[in-house]
């Protein structure tokens, strides 16, 4: 009786133990519960970006700094040239409990260094969300017009916290520092000066057959200039000076369009070919004549020889040559001014003189006549009567 006792009073604690294995939670058969997983860096790769990854087990903490946790994390090897960047951070926190916890102050930034030590810091990235099972931002942190500026290339990068030795009691405010993004901002040159540019002849007026040198200046705009010129009686060129010979006379007008970069201006200027005037030794008169005679080469036969008096010279080919008549040695008279009117003076008195004379002439030939024919109408006396 007392054995059957035992046996029931034993099963009766086997199967309460049983069910209080069963039921209680926490109990060692039970599997245990995971907490929240700390997700990969969420920013996509981009030109001009450079992603720097932090370890996944390193976790900044400020005030109460736990196992495992610090105020900055180790140094990510990297490779920054100098310049500006966009900076965006990104952030995350995760464990079981966290919802009834709250951390005013899961902040960090990103410290960038070289071997002479910190070139520059990140703003920080605002705190994460309190009172849930886990959270997360991605945040841009520096941009126009607060761009991180590096003065020299940097190696490293460092997450700290933004409130390292925070007397903050009641949390640690724990943070993973998923990844930081910097995206190098082109660097923008100042717009070149406004171009500006002029044109003129050298010399402005000529006669005709003589050259003219078109020329043209430019200042500002990108510091290199190309040069097109146009204009009467097909004038053209791509340099700063073009020379052009011109055979006929009046305003003669020429324009340059210069382009430095993305600009370009154009500027128009002139010269004056005035008909080609008798020089010194040739030809006489009162109005002295533009004569050009025109022959072969000596290299050839010549055919003709012509002497034109227009003031357009005629060009046969481009082989013929020219002998102006300045070139032949004067032997005449010349009159100008008042010289002119002397001459014209003298040359009527000596035609008048000369015109009195051949009258006076004519006249006593005439009287000679009539007194040959008187004579002949005379009687001649007899010889006896004469005695």
């Not at 370009?264 to 004569?291: D, K, M, W």
Request: aromatic residues 8%.
């Amino acid at each position: 009786m007392a054995y059957k006792m035992k046996t029931i009073s034993f099963l009766t604690i086997w199967l309460l133990a049983l069910a209080a294995t069963a039921i209680l939670p926490g109990s060692i058969s039970a599997d245990p519960i995971p907490g929240p997983t700390r997700p990969a860096c969420p920013i996509q790769s981009a030109p001009d970006r450079i992603i720097v990854n932090f370890s996944g087990s390193e976790k900044l903490c400020s005030y109460l700094n736990p196992a495992g946790c610090a105020s900055s994390n180790s140094p990510v090897a990297v490779n920054l040239a100098a310049g500006k960047y966009k900076v965006t951070l990104s952030s995350w926190d995760g464990y079981l409990g966290r919802t009834a916890i709250s951390q005013p102050n899961e902040q960090w930034y990103a410290s960038v260094v070289n071997a002479s030590g910190e070139l520059a810091a990140s703003s920080v990235i605002n705190d994460l969300a309190d009172n849930v099972a886990a959270a997360s931002l991605t945040q841009v942190v520096n941009d126009t017009p607060n761009f991180l500026t590096l003065a020299s290339a940097a190696t490293k990068v460092i997450g700290k916290h933004a409130f390292p030795g925070s007397a903050d009691a009641v949390s640690a405010n724990s943070v993973f520092p998923l990844c930081a993004a910097f995206d190098k901002i082109p660097a923008i040159s100042p717009p070149p000066p406004a171009l500006d540019g002029s044109c003129f002849t050298s010399p402005a007026s000529v006669q005709i057959g003589s050259s003219v040198s078109w020329s043209a200046t430019a200042t500002g705009g990108a510091g290199t200039y190309t040069y097109s010129w146009s204009g009467d009686e097909n004038l053209s060129g791509a340099s700063t000076i073009v020379t052009r010979t011109y055979s006929s006379a009046g305003m003669k007008l020429g324009t340059v369009e210069i382009t430095s970069g993305a600009q370009s201006v154009q500027r128009t200027c002139s010269a004056s070919i005035t008909p080609r005037t008798c020089e010194t030794g040739c030809g006489g008169g009162l109005n002295q004549p533009n004569v050009v005679l025109y022959k072969k080469t000596t290299s050839s036969p010549l055919v003709s020889a012509s002497i034109y008096l227009a003031q357009t010279p005629y060009t046969a080919s481009a082989a013929s040559a020219s002998v102006f008549l300045s070139q032949i040695p004067y032997t005449g008279l010349r009159a100008e001014g008042m010289k002119a009117v002397f001459y014209t003076a003298l040359l009527l008195a000596i035609s008048g003189l000369l015109a009195y004379i051949a009258i006076l002439k004519l006249r006593r030939k005439k009287r000679r006549r009539k007194e040959t024919v008187f004579l002949r109408d005379i009687t001649p006396i007899p010889r006896a009567i004469r005695q």
